[in-house]
């Protein structure tokens, strides 16, 4: 059973009632998330009613939820953007200078491969991000080689500087584009981060790159994003005598390039397995897409394979985790 049929998640409100004798412990109240969730009376008992899932759940799981909860660490990965416009607005100056032929003077370095060498060759849970420039090959012709040049250059230098201050990491690069991860321990957590990042890269494009590319008479660029998630391996591939590196080996690629692609130019869409993982705030900005007749992926009840696109307005900081925590549960 993958991470897709398996990962189930409850979003809760947390207060604190009582600190520890150090910074690291403390005793919490978690209560499911009023936005979401709502009491219901079956047969006599309370039932936690999902209002996104329509989904009931028994006493008993908030029960087994809490029991395997109990003294286990709460993992917390904020992002290291801050708020997401201010970001973007900080990067126009080198934006603008690397568009007017100044190199960075920062060398990104590849975290990626020390990172899953790290993990060791085996399955884990990861979410994936990719990322393609529509159009690129016409793009190409219509510039010429200096000035396509220049905007690639750009282009990947910001998406690759965003990815890690989410916590995640470029897998590799695809010529007119790229694939990033982000990894357990925190899937839940992971995506959203994920899409967070998402939106913050789709700004950078639309709110940034965008009108400095119009104020210098070039042609504006469109993306579209693809994210999913589920189990894959980790492995060495290659020859040590030619290239030999670590990469991600799973089904879960293909199919979130494949979202990718069915994207509009300019729309961030996942897939049904992250969309039913995310957080509450990210859920109810997510719209079902329409799916061509020819679509082959099925969940697990032979239904065709649900995507979402994301509207590309996150909601701000001060309305996203704060307070807030997840159960997960598999089974």
């Not at 996104?52 to 992002?79: F, H, K, N, S």
């Not at 010429?144 to 230098?157: E, L, P, T």
């Not at 961030?268 to 082959?296: K, M």
Request: glycine residues 8%; proline residues 6%; hydrophobic residues 40%.
């Amino acid at each position: 059973m993958s991470i897709k049929d398996s990962l189930c998640r409850i979003d809760f409100v947390l207060e604190v009632i009582a600190g520890g004798d150090d910074r690291y412990t403390f005793r919490v109240r978690l209560k499911p998330d009023p936005e979401r969730y709502e009491w219901h009376e079956r047969d006599g008992e309370r039932w936690l009613f999902d209002k996104l899932d329509g989904t009931y759940y028994p006493p008993r799981v908030l029960q087994d939820l809490a029991e395997q909860m109990a003294g286990q660490p709460i993992y917390y990965c904020q992002q290291e953007v801050g708020e997401a416009q201010a970001y973007i607005r900080s990067r126009l100056p080198a934006i603008s200078a690397m568009l007017d032929g100044s190199d960075s003077a920062e060398v990104l370095a590849d975290k990626s491969e020390a990172f899953l060498e790290k993990l060791g060759e085996g399955e884990l849970g990861f979410v994936i991000l990719s990322i393609d420039l529509v159009g690129s090959t016409q793009l190409s012709v219509a510039l010429g080689s200096v000035d396509y040049r220049a905007i690639i250059k750009v282009v990947f230098y910001e998406l690759s500087k965003v990815v890690p201050k989410f916590h995640g990491h470029v897998l590799k690069y695809t010529g007119d584009g790229l694939i990033a991860y982000f990894s357990a321990p925190t899937i839940c957590a992971k995506g959203d981060l994920a899409v967070d990042c998402a939106l913050t890269i789709h700004g950078l494009v639309y709110k940034a790159l965008n009108p400095l590319l119009e104020e210098r008479g070039l042609p504006s660029i469109d993306i579209r994003i693809g994210m999913d998630v589920d189990d894959a391996h980790v492995a060495a591939i290659g020859s040590s005598a030619t290239k030999r590196h670590m990469d991600i080996i799973g089904s879960v690629i293909g199919i979130t390039t494949k979202i990718e692609a069915l994207a509009a130019p300019g729309e961030v869409c996942l897939g049904a397995a992250l969309e039913r993982n995310i957080h509450t705030n990210w859920r109810q900005i997510c719209q079902p897409v329409s799916l061509p007749e020819d679509w082959p992926y099925k969940d697990v009840g032979a239904r065709p394979y649900r995507v979402f696109v994301v509207r590309p307005s996150p909601p701000q900081p001060e309305d996203q985790g704060q307070g807030h925590t997840t159960g997960t549960r598999r089974g």
